[in-house]
């Protein structure tokens, strides 16, 4: 698991409005959810004690189990393994809000140190490790129109057939229409957008199949950025879409 349930400083900051749902966040506590999904679920930890607190119980129920359950032997290197988890910085702060204006604007407020330190840790493998490592100083792609992205790599385990990425959606525009040939789970985490289903802030957290399609326009006042675990490629829908994804890479 990534993380453990953290501090609820930043009482001030605004809540998150869409949660994960209790599968999810049991999959979470007990360990038994692929690193992908556990590093966004962490990253809305970061931001939600209210799931903070839901984790801090089912963590509970499991103790007692546990304390309930015949004792087995453990191994030295298993041993080994569980305490060098533990020395781990692993603890969810808060992380300040991040004004994400434009990537292009290196001022010098869009740096790595804002966003939630689960996700920090794997941005500084890309960027360099240094707290005042820029946004821009990721390898950012153009994928479509005003959306750019990153790819990242989470652990030697991470499967080819999971895709982990950082999405940005440039202020007020439009992503394409689309919908999903698997499922998706995203984490906002930096300015927010709007869709047929609803509006999204920093924190709120997603979880998209091939029942959903939909067109996420990010809000105007400043770019919408977003961590998201893809199982399969998106498909797109729009007129145009349908004519673009004979090209599109997973």
Known sequence: MIGVVGHSAHSSVQRPAHHPDQGLLLDYATGAMAEP????????????????EVIRCLERVGGEFLDQAEQQPVSMACF????????????????????LRSLHSDSGTNGIAELPQPLRSYLYAIAGDDLGTPLTALPWKRYLGGIDEVNLIVSKRHSAAVRVKLTRIRAGLAAPRHTHTGTELTV??????????????????????????????????????????????????GPIGRLINPFLRF
């Open 37 to 52: 999904s556990a590093l966004v679920i962490a990253s809305h930890l970061a931001w939600c004690p209210d799931c903070r």
């Open 80 to 99: 080994s393994r569980v305490m060098a988890r533990l020395n781990e910085e692993l603890y969810l702060q808060p992380p300040p809000v991040l004004e």
């Open 188 to 237: 906002v985490l930096a300015g927010g957008f709007r869709d047929e289903l609803g509006s999204y802030r920093r924190g709120d957290v997603l979880y998209h199949d091939g029942s959903v399609d939909h067109q996420p326009v990010a809000d105007a006042e400043q770019d919408c950025l977003c961590l998201s675990v893809l199982d399969a490629p998106l498909r797109l829908t």
